[in-house]
């Protein structure tokens, strides 16, 4: 046993949320990755989780499993087999094993009053594949929210390894505001959100909701919320949707120390994230309450 040396496990797997195969192949496995990533971990085997239909074409399997298998080369992750079943839909993901310094682990139970918020990749992705699904998508909103979920959150390793961030979370399912909230419980702090700083997708997303690509997620996301944020009147409707906005293969949101912010944010810059924002910071507040002003 070796007190510097800690195995961490995940797994993770959904349907389809582009057209295209191969990219579906790697978003999954980027999504799967980064639950070791959250945690300061190196990931360092997977597992395919693989379900198809009777009539999908082994074509289609085979693009799938490739992107998949080079999502895990890119992350330095051996990919070691997996299982296989029938399934009414195609769904695809990774069990994936990692190694994470104990000492160092990041978790949502260190978060600090003061720490800056820091967030590395836009919010949207749930409005904009559901978009996809229903054919009011723009191509470039194609190609940038693929681009997007098909990106590592490999940076969660590097701030922890060097002991810089102590606290934070990938923002997946729950949305920007139900994964702040479970990390405000767990620390006993509060949170303070300056929502003109949160990158999102593109300004085609308001008038995409207009049209009603809001999923079932998000909506949840959203009345949950309810009983943990206070929204300040001047925040408009779509902003507030979009930080419950379900997203699938999302950035890390990390809990920065002011005094390490320089230089996160120059290894955020090295490794070319899609945003490296600062969106609020921790409080002190024992009820836990996120507020957000306009």
């Known amino acids: 046993m070796r007190g510097d040396l800690a195995l961490v496990q995940t797994v993770d797997f959904f349907t389809p949320v582009v057209d295209d195969a191969y990219d579906f192949g790697e978003s999954a496995a980027a999504n ?8 300061g971990g ?72 003061g720490d800056l918020l820091v967030l590395t990749k836009p919010l949207g992705t749930g409005i904009a594949t559901t978009a996809i699904k229903r054919g009011l998508a723009s ?47 767990a620390s006993r702090v509060g949170a303070q959100l300056d ?12 008038a995409l909701l207009e049209q009603g690509c809001v999923p ?27 930080l419950a906005d379900a997203q699938t293969s999302g950035g890390l949101l990390l809990c920065v120390p002011p005094r390490r912010w320089n230089d996160v944010l120059k290894l955020l810059k090295t490794h070319h994230t899609p945003a490296a924002a600062v969106i609020g910071r921790i409080t002190r507040d024992r009820r836990s309450r996120i507020i957000c002003s306009a």
């Open 216 to 242: 079932g997620g998000t909506t949840s996301n959203l009345e949950a919320a309810g009983g943990t944020t206070d929204f300040a009147p001047t925040v408009p409707a779509h902003t507030r949707t979009l």
């Open 42 to 113: 190196r990931p360092l085997t997977a597992l395919n989780l693989l379900g198809v239909p009777d009539k999908l074409p082994t074509g289609t399997i085979a693009a799938i499993l490739r992107g998949g298998a080079a999502k895990t080369r890119e992350a330095g992750c051996t990919l070691v087999g997996g299982h296989t079943i029938k399934n009414p839909e195609p769904i695809y993901g990774l069990a994936v094993t990692g190694v994470v310094d104990p000492r160092k682990m990041m978790t949502n139970a260190a978060a600090r009053p």
């Open 195 to 206: 929502t003109a700083n949160v990158p999102t997708l593109g300004r085609d997303l308001p």
């Open 139 to 185: 191509p470039a909103l194609v190609r940038r929210v693929t681009r997007l979920m098909k990106q590592l959150n490999t940076p969660g390793h590097e701030v922890a390894r060097r002991g810089w961030v102590k606290a934070g979370t990938d923002v997946t399912g729950f949305g920007l505001l139900g994964h702040l909230a479970s990390l405000c419980r």
């Open 32 to 39: 799967a990755l980064s639950d070791v990533y959250a945690m």
